[in-house]
């Protein structure tokens, strides 16, 4: 849908609604991945291992989803950042962005759930942890309900997309012909 010279947006405007849920779980993400990010590297014996075992060691087939993982992981965080700097700077660019950030949050949140089941493969000591598979989920219900709402919500559009442009509010009673 395309604004025509002179014709002003219809709906709300600014940085509030359902708006104010994506821009939480910016934040939120920014923490929690962090927080992941953090505990991998107090897991630094294990890390060291896998990355100095010999190509024929069972420990050298984590090598691949360990960097993805850890790769995916600071993109997130990169990503969700730059998309809070785009919300508060009301940046049109905000919706090409946030695609890629929830794109990006849900391949991540496979990755892990792909390592996580190679960690048991190889040691199957390990148990599986129950949350990966629900954090996979939570990824892709996220693709699914916030890239809709990024591309086709009213306030979106009036609030990035159509900043400058006023919302039209229509009179009641006899006000007048507007000019």
């Known amino acids: 849908m395309s604004i025509a010279v002179g014709e002003q947006p219809v ?25 992941n ?4 590297v107090a897991q630094l014996e294990g890390l060291r291992n896998i990355f100095v075992a010999e190509s024929s060691s069972p420990l050298a ?17 990169a990503s969700a950042v730059y998309c809070l700097v785009l919300v508060f700077r009301k940046k ?25 089941y190679q960690i048991h493969a190889v040691v199957p000591s390990v148990p599986i942890d129950p949350s990966t598979l629900t954090n996979a989920l939570r990824g892709i219900v996220a693709v699914c309900i916030w890239l809709p709402y990024f591309h086709v919500s009213k306030r979106v559009r009036n609030t990035f997309v159509y900043p400058k442009a006023p919302v039209f509010a229509v009179p009641t009673g006899n006000l007048g012909t507007p000019r």
Do not use: C, N
């Open 92 to 116: 049109p660019a905000i919706v090409k962005f946030a695609t890629i950030h929830y794109l990006l949050l849900a391949s991540a949140s496979l990755v892990d759930t792909w390592l996580e």
């Open 37 to 40: 990010l953090l505990q991998g």
């Open 61 to 77: 087939s984590l090598r691949i989803p360990m960097i993805a993982s850890v790769l995916l992981g600071f993109l997130v965080i």
């Open 11 to 35: 709906g709300p405007v600014g940085l509030g609604g359902w708006l104010i849920l994506p821009i939480l779980g910016f934040f939120g993400t920014i923490l929690l991945t962090g927080f």
